[in-house]
């Protein structure tokens, strides 16, 4: 190897700068001192020294004391001219003096003393290269360009020293075949081109030489110190390895991330930039035709031209890193060849100039040179690698946000008959933004790899060509002929997943209907029935599971199995074709890394291709949608206002409404109508980005231009309207609405009241005529006009656009935000007006009543609030100039906040109406018939033009005056719906408020040790871990280990095999050379033996890797089956006050994501983790095995590891919860902007919304971005241990083999296995990291399973229980106190009464004095700690639960009916007989409607029974109680929903009905239990009253009697 020189036996190895040789001509000058070569590179140190001793006083002293007083902070950072280039020269020359020491280090093998003067120059260069670099960053982020005058001197110095030396060498006759001339004359390039790049900052910057310097300011996002993401704005080496992250990573550990650590976007990355790009395009494309292009091509076009630039930057950085990933192959089998040669000399070199020069062939003919630079390459191929993912996902997250931006603006201008029409819905339009523009993001990732790949299989075949002949391509072949099946089942992976989903939906369906209803569900025994049916939709989720795991199962196998199989085919080919195969270690091992890397690019193109499809159907849909309808710009004709009103205040206000026919028990129906009477300018719209780029749809259109009389405010004139290209809705619309004044539109059902409202706003698409708005006359009392206001009017041109109007439609519509914020909808806050509105619209019992008041945040999904309430706060956005409404309204309303409130405030009132009696209040009607106007005018007018309509009106005035006083009786119903909307707003709070309060606890006990709480966020959840594995049983478990390290196993054999056989056809090969065989096999070596071995461990791998594959994905089937199974039986069974205090929605959840996070994530993430670790460690025990010295270096690289995957794993954790985090806010917006477009659009509040969207996607996308650099950060470090590995590695086993004859099979074997090792690595930490999220749902659903259940058994058995239990219906309370949990106050104190058999009692009392308490007792629904109920002589505490609830029977107050047949919810036990079941229904006065129902008993009810009216659903709970024949029949606030006729007939019917049976009835209307039996009056717990109705009524003190009398 390194040619051995034995020096006379006198001398030893001495050290001089020139060498010590007795014959030396070091220093010989008789030729002149320039001729001397040790003089040369003496003459080359000066640079570097100069350098060195100028920089580091400044270093240290300067910055060394700047840093440790102030940080310097990112706000004065910027780039001098030729910033990159520099950094790139800088690494070029650091590479070029790393080559120069190393090739003086070889060349000075030869001699007998050391020639320092060969080595020591390049290194004091090395050293003055970093030393420039870090001292010119420091001077750049201080922005102090003088100071460069010292590196400006120092390239001069070193330029002038290496051009002498290249010319002396020159004219020696050193020509380019020797590799120092080489390098001197690289050097003198580099040292020239930075000399350049020096002037240069002299010229952009004039700091020197010219009068006046150049003054850069730093970017503007820099001196923003909001902004964080440094990615784009450090030096290139912070750019490749991550550098700027190690803070942020590490203030992790100290503190939570959050979007406030992570700060905002760059402006070149946000959002709005990334959609001017793309829409400039889009313009660019429409020019040529001077039309909008059509289809998906327009599409790629543009997204190529925005996007193209930094994709194909991607491109070649992959192609670049794929390149240098061939180098490890070729170094190892460099290495491995030249360990080896049996002849190990080397020829002398040439020696001029008094010194030895070397050959590039001689150079890499080195061992310990291959070693360094197999560690360089490496290091370079992992950075261009992440440089190239990082830029494509970069590009791909600016892509995503570009195209929602651009999906949102579309929505901004949608046709609303394309969403009435059902051409598009809700849904379609979230599965855009969600699904498809994070396709196009993901399909831009992987992009570069649709380039890189066909590069990478080329050349990964021309080199095993090359090293193994035809064979190789057979093995390659294999690989290619099994790259499509993988591909099929990929696909099949796919469909499976999605009829899994199918499944899941159905499953989650029954699981919230079975939540929602828990409570009747209990009260009625009929828990396991509900639970069967959950299970039986489980099962067959779990089947189409068993066929996704199969699949899984089976693309795990192939990827572990193809290279196997690839590597077993090459080798048997190639021993079998020639018969004298050459299979040394350095073919062998070299073509094994070679099969590595080929089967890379053909596993990822089953994915990529994939990834294509999906995209290109993702822009298909992308196309439809851009190409759907829009509102015309003609739709908003121009207005003109005429020259006396130019300066007329345009903050008069109009409100147009209209209220649609309800059931008259919900007649309370409101609208919207205030607005801060303080002029706003209303012109500009909020401090946002989009004034300088409004897009086109915004712009008016053209309709003609026309005087308007000043006293009009609309007018339409032959106006023909239409929501299809069908015949016209509206035809024939002459109509105008005065200013200032209460219009109503009337009609009957169906006419087009409400289409003329949003064809005067323009929402509807005009065929013919106009619509003219007109500016607003002056008001008297607003002379406090803002001068900004004045200028906008009087800079108007006279034209104008429709002013903001408010609009209420008939479908409530809520933000998802606080209640006081859907309100006041982003209006300055006046605190007296708002109180005003609230009183107007009689909401303040509605908002007294929520948890925080009006800081109640209205959920996505409200609470089942009634429509009542809904209606009434969404009639609350207040609104710019005019107010429309569209909404059932009270007598209240129309009172307080039509006629008073917005008349006094002289506002133009539009209002729709069914309510003839408020007719005589209009100062204007417009009646309408079959989509035309048949008369307007006020009332007289029309009493005189139409004598015969105005009759026709009288009569049904008159009848709606006497339902007025019959809809009092709506007043109850209110304030029951207001009790119901507590309760459920208390219920949700109660466990919001309990989360809080945990986290409020453990912060004030953690105050004091906060790194405890860090400690734990930094720990892997073990226990978590443990409950997974437990689940799978010992059987599995054991399978499960013994499978992974069998194969594990293996794998080593395999490849320890090989480098056995290897190394004997090495030994052979010599045996052959010593005996004159022309063939190895002639000397008695075969190799068939070593094939079969390895045939037959090969094929064992195949198999055990199918075995492990199936293993692991059956032990998760296992699991996923048992968890959910105990999870399902501890809900079903836990107390009701687990869903009193825990939300549904958080239960649900461990149902849904949970549940399948670990169906289909974590079986795969296990598998994952457990082959990488495995996979690191047998080859880090390799590696130890041939070099053992490997281990004490494997120390420091261990705990480098530890701390790198420590920091990582808590950073990754908390931005992967921010980024989905942050998705929720921005897909609600999207849907709420979908459902309340008509009103966005009539407020003119479309630039807000904008300016919300950008902000919920910039904070979306900023996650993604730093959880990108977080991934990044982690990959370079751990490459970069893993190229310190394969070095340590390298160079161990090249000494060990030199000095102690290791065979160099087993180097190649060690080598092969170190190149691994990072990649390993890499996805040990990725997959631990997601594992350990992935554990949280684990914890959590263990969390539920602790959950106590109900105590189900009794002291009796069931068989103790007399079968028609109980028959007489006689109940003894006897001292009975109860309490909802053992933490809580008892609901009842010492309570005794008795109850004989067919008695009917009442129970009243105010709201929380106990009384629903008092029916829950009776079904052991609450902790009875003291006293007992004895029915029929039977203590109910010893009877078994399920017992004891099937043989009572209640009515609850909240109606629940689940979807299925009218049957099953009458009787899911089908025990009942039909003949029983229309008796049940006759009772409850439901049999009439049943009959007319399709099917009759067999009729379907959707879902929460929304297809009947609540009364309906109230009837039906009645039915479901009346089918039980009970003896004992309890009825909880049970006809608060019906109305009063109603329910006197079902209060004489359980009379005679049950005339034999106890009847215990809960009262909210105390007339209702005046003809009971008894009537108990409960308060705070206890009874207040005890007797007959007549004895309570004839006492004048009796509380129940006061009760009567406030109730008539």
């Not at 997943?497 to 159905?506: A, C, D, G, R, V």
């Not at 809960?1562 to 008894?1574: E, F, P, Q, S």
Request: charged share 20%.
């Amino acid at each position: 190897m390194i040619s051995r020189y034995k020096p006379s036996p006198g001398s030893t190895m001495s050290l001089a700068f020139c060498g010590s040789e007795n014959n030396s001509s070091a220093y010989n000058v008789d030729r002149g001192v320039l001729n001397n070569a040790c003089f040369l590179d003496a003459l080359n140190v000066v640079p570097h020294v100069f350098l060195l001793f100028i920089t580091f006083p400044i270093l240290f002293i300067g910055w060394g004391s700047q840093s440790s007083k102030v940080h310097i902070h990112h706000s004065t950072w910027l780039h001098f001219p030729g910033h990159n280039l520099r950094w790139l020269l800088t690494f070029v020359l650091l590479f070029i003096l790393v080559c120069e020491i190393a090739e003086g280090i070889v060349s000075d093998g030869f001699t007998v003393s050391l020639h320092l003067h060969l080595y020591m120059p390049p290194a004091l260069a090395f050293m003055a290269g970093i030393t420039s670099i870090v001292y010119y960053h420091n001077i750049e982020t201080s922005n102090f360009p003088k100071l460069l005058l010292a590196l400006l001197i120092y390239w001069v110095l070193a330029f002038i020293m290496k051009t002498i030396k290249f010319a002396k060498y020159t004219e020696h006759g050193i020509g380019p075949r020797q590799l120092r001339y080489c390098i001197t004359g690289l050097l003198v390039l580099v040292y020239g081109l930075l000399l350049a790049v020096e002037i240069n900052v002299i010229l952009g910057r004039r700091y020197m030489c010219f009068a006046d310097p150049t003054e850069v300011k730093p970017p503007e996002d820099l001196q923003d110190l909001g902004v964080r993401f440094l990615q784009p704005f450090v030096n290139l080496l912070s750019k490749a390895t991550y550098w700027w992250m190690n803070t942020f990573i590490t203030a992790a550990h100290r503190r939570p991330i959050d979007l406030k650590v992570i700060g905002k976007l760059p402006i070149a990355m946000r959002a709005l930039t990334n959609y001017i790009k793309l829409r400039q395009e889009f313009e660019e494309q429409k020019k040529p035709q001077d039309a909008a292009p059509q289809g998906p091509k327009w599409i790629w076009l543009a997204l190529r031209k925005a996007f193209g630039r930094p994709l194909i930057l991607s491109i070649t950085f992959r192609i670049m890193a794929d390149l240098l990933g061939f180098a490890g192959p070729l170094c190892i089998s460099g290495i491995v060849h030249h360990i080896s040669k049996d002849n190990r000399t080397i020829q002398q070199p040439i020696k001029l100039l008094g010194i030895y020069f070397i050959s590039s062939k001689e150079f890499l003919e080195n061992a310990y040179v291959l070693a360094v630079l197999l560690f360089i390459t490496l290091l370079l191929q992992r950075t261009f690698l992440q440089a190239s993912y990082y830029v494509a996902i970069e590009t791909g997250i600016n892509l995503r946000g570009a195209i929602q931006t651009k999906i949102y603006n579309k929505i901004m201008r949608l046709c609303t008959s394309n969403m009435s029409m059902g051409e598009l819905t809700v849904a379609q339009i979230c599965n855009l933004v969600a699904i498809d523009t994070n396709q196009l993001m993901w399909f831009f990732f992987l992009c570069p790899n649709l380039w890189a790949m066909p590069v990478q299989i080329i050349l990964g075949v021309i080199l095993l060509y090359y090293l193994l002949g035809i064979s190789a391509l057979i093995g390659a072949t294999v690989i290619a002929v099994l790259a499509p099946v993988q591909y099929f089942v990929a696909t099949k992976l796919s469909q499976t997943q999605k009829t899994t989903l199918e499944y899941s939906s159905e499953r989650l369906k029954k699981t919230n209907e079975l939540l929602r209803g828990i409570k009747l569900l209990k009260l009625y025994a009929w828990e396991h029935i509900f639970r069967d049916s959950v299970e039986e939709t489980r099962g067959k989720e779990l089947t189409s599971l068993q066929a996704f795991a199969l699949y899984t199962s089976i693309s795990i196998f192939m990827n572990a199995a193809i290279p196997i199989a690839a590597v077993l085919t090459t080798f048997v080919v190639h021993v079998h074709i020639s018969e004298d195969a050459d299979l040394s270690p350095a073919v062998a091992f070299a073509s094994l890394s070679l099969f590595h890397i080929l089967v890379t690019p053909l596993f990822l193109l089953s994915s990529v291709v994939r990834s294509t499809v999906k995209a290109l159907v993702s822009v298909q849909k992308l196309s439809e949608f851009f190409s759907s309808d829009e509102i015309g710009e003609e739709q908003e004709p121009k207005a003109t206002v005429s020259p006396g009103s130019s300066n007329h205040n345009r903050n008069r206000y109009l409100a147009v409404s209209s209220s649609k026919p309800f059931p008259s028990s919900s007649s309370s129906f409101l609208s919207r109508y205030f607005q801060p009477l303080k002029v706003v300018n209303r012109k500009r719209p909020p401090r946002d980005e989009w004034n300088n780029y409004s897009s086109q749809g915004d712009q008016e259109g053209d309709g003609p231009s026309q005087e308007v009389d000043q006293d009009i405010c609309i007018k339409i004139t032959s106006g023909y309207f239409t929501w299809t290209d069908g015949p016209a809705t509206l035809s024939n619309v002459d109509i105008k609405i005065p200013f200032g004044k209460l219009t109503m539109i009337v009609g009957q059902v169906g006419c087009g009241k409400s289409s003329l409202l949003l064809a005067a706003l323009g929402e509807m698409q005009r065929v013919s005529g106009t619509v003219i708005w007109n500016s607003m006359p002056i008001l008297e009392s607003e002379g406090d006009e803002s001068p900004t206001d004045r200028d906008a009017v009087a800079g108007d041109q006279d034209i104008r656009k429709r002013c903001p109007v408010a609009y209420a439609s008939q479908k409530p519509w809520l933000l998802n935000s606080s209640v006081v914020e859907n309100i006041t909808f982003e209006m300055p806050m006046i605190k007296s007006r708002y109180k005003a509105v609230i009183d107007a619209c009689s909401l303040q019992p509605d908002i007294d009543i929520l948890p925080q008041g009006d800081q109640t945040e209205i959920g996505h999904h409200p609470v089942r609030r009634t429509e009542t309430t809904d209606q009434r706060g969404q009639s609350l956005v207040p609104a710019d100039q005019r107010c429309f409404s569209d909404i059932h309204l009270s007598d209240h309303l129309m009172q307080d906040g039509i006629l008073k409130l917005l008349r006094e405030e002289k506002r133009t009132v539009v209002l729709v109406t069914h309510k003839l009696q408020y007719l005589p209040h209009a100062d204007w009607i417009i009646a309408m018939k079959d989509g035309t106007i048949q008369t307007e005018g006020t009332l007289k007018d029309i009493q005189k033009s139409e004598p015969e309509l105005f009759r026709q009106w009288k009569t049904l005035m008159h009848r709606q005056d006497r339902e007025f006083e019959t809809e009092t009786v709506a007043e109850n119903m209110t304030n029951l719906e207001r009790k119901n909307l507590r309760r459920a707003m208390y219920s949700r709070e109660a466990l919001r408020t309990e989360e809080d309060e945990e986290e409020e606890s453990s912060d004030s006990e953690d105050d004091d040790n906060l790194s405890q709480v860090m400690r734990q966020r930094a720990t892997i959840p073990w226990r978590s871990c443990g409950t997974y594995l437990s689940s799978a049983g010992l059987l599995l478990l054991t399978l499960l280990l013994l499978s992974q390290l069998l194969k594990h196993s293996l794998m080593v054999a395999i490849d320890y095999w090989l480098a056995h056989w290897t190394s004997h056809v090495i030994t052979a090969k010599i045996d052959a050379l010593a005996h004159n065989c022309t063939l190895v096999k002639d000397c008695g070596f075969s190799h068939s033996w070593y094939l079969s071995v390895f045939s037959v461990l090969c094929c064992l791998g195949i198999v055990l890797c199918l075995a492990t594959s199936v293993t692991v994905e059956w032990t998760g089937l296992k699991v996923a089956k048992e968890l959910h199974h105990n999870l399902l039986n501890k809900i079903i069974l836990a107390p009701m006050r687990l869903f009193e205090t825990t939300p549904l929605g958080s239960i649900l959840n461990r149902f849904s994501t949970d549940t399948n996070t670990i169906d289909q994530h974590i079986p795969t993430t296990l598998e994952c983790l457990s082959r990488s670790t495995l996979l690191c460690l047998s080859a880090l025990g390799v590696i130890s095995y041939v070099t053992p010295v490997f281990l004490i270096a494997l120390l420091p690289l261990a705990v480098a590891c530890y701390f790198i995957q420590k920091y990582f794993r808590v950073a990754s954790r908390d931005l992967q919860q921010l980024e989905d985090a942050t998705q929720l806010p921005l897909l609600s917006h999207f849907s709420e902007t979908v459902e309340g477009l008509s009103t966005i659009r009539a407020l003119r509040y479309e630039p807000r919304f904008r300016q919300r969207l950008l902000q919920f996607t910039d904070a979306n996308n900023i996650a993604s971005l730093f959880l990108t650099a977080a991934n990044r950060w982690l990959e370079v470090r751990m490459e970069y241990v893993g190229a310190c590995v394969v070095l340590v590695a390298a160079v161990a086993s090249i000494t060990n083999s030199l000095y102690n004859q290791l065979p160099p099979g087993l180097v190649g074997l060690g080598l092969t296995y170190a190149l691994m090792v990072s990649n390993y690595m890499n996805w040990m930490v990725r997959n631990l990291a997601d594992m350990e999220v992935q554990l949280g749902s684990v914890k959590r659903i263990n969390g539920l399973l602790k959950t106590e259940p109900e105590n189900y058994e009794g002291l009796l058995s069931v068989s103790q229980v007399p079968d028609g239990w109980p028959r007489q219906g006689e109940i003894k309370i006897q001292n009975l106190s109860v309490r909802y949990d053992t933490t809580l106050k008892p609901v009842l104190k010492n309570v005794n009464a008795h109850v004989h058999p067919g008695q009917k009692v009442g129970i009243c009392g105010r709201t929380g004095s106990g009384k629903s308490s008092f029916s829950l007792a009776f079904f052991r629904m609450v902790d009875m700690f003291e006293g007992r109920i004895v029915i029929d002589n039977i203590d109910i505490s010893k009877l078994p639960l399920q017992t004891l609830r099937s043989r009572l029977s209640i009515i609850l107050q909240d109606p629940f009916l689940f979807s299925g047949t009218i049957r099953f919810n009458l009787d899911p036990e089908m025990k009942a007989t039909d003949e029983m079941l229309w008796e049940a229904l006759e009772i409850a006065q439901l049999k009439p409607v049943v009959k007319t129902l399709p099917g009759g008993l067999d009729a379907m009810v959707t879902e929460g029974g929304e297809n009947f009216s609540q009364g309906q659903r109230q009837l039906f709970c009645l039915a479901r109680a009346f089918a039980r024949k009970s003896s004992i029949l309890i009825m909880d606030e049970a006809t608060a929903s019906i109305d009063m006729a109603t329910e006197s007939i079902l209060q004489k019917v359980v009379m005679t009905s049950f005339a034999d049976r106890t009847v215990v009835t809960i009262a909210h209307r105390v007339h209702t239990i005046l003809n009971a039996d008894l009537v108990i009056v409960m308060k705070r717990g206890i009874i207040q009253e005890y007797d007959r109705p007549q004895a309570l009524l004839d006492r004048e003190d009796s509380v129940f009697a006061s009760f009567v009398r406030a109730d008539k």
